[in-house]
């Protein structure tokens, strides 16, 4: 359903999706992500890459789900998804406002543009897509 791994000398939480999750998936994979994060020692301001190419947009009851329970979820400094899909990529950047994302087709692009704070943002501090 999906793999969680963490890249320390990164401060980095990486994540692929390989389906779309139900509503009632999202809690455990929250409590999941929580769970490892705080083992592996990460702190407010990490990195996160996710790759959603193996999964599908998602439905309505899921995107609530994941907005409960990822509320109190420790805060990133930049996000980067890598999505398969426009549909997919305009889900994402309609749910996930942060000004700190990006969205990719590649997930070594994604990469760099996390490891690249230049790279990161815009002249005008908006988000944009890759």
Do not use: N
């Not at 791994?5 to 990164?10: A, I, S, T, V």
């Not at 947009?57 to 400094?77: H, M, N």
């Not at 406002?97 to 005008?124: C, H, I, K, N």
């Amino acid at each position: 359903m999906y793999t969680i791994r963490f890249q320390p000398e990164h401060s980095l939480l990486d994540i692929a999706w390989h389906r779309i999750l139900l509503a009632d998936q999202v809690p455990d994979y929250a409590r999941q992500c929580l769970q490892q994060f705080l083992a592996q020692g990460l702190k407010p301001g990490y990195l996160l890459r996710m790759d959603m190419r193996k999964s599908a947009v998602q439905p309505r009851d899921t995107l609530d789900s994941f907005a409960r329970s990822f509320r109190d979820f420790p805060k990133a400094s930049r996000i980067a998804v890598v999505t398969a899909s426009a549909l997919q990529r305009m889900q994402v950047l309609r749910v996930m406002t942060q000004p700190y994302l990006r969205v990719f087709d590649d997930p070594d692009q994604a990469m760099a543009g996390l490891l690249d704070a230049d790279a990161s943002e815009t002249a005008d501090g908006e988000r944009r897509s890759a």
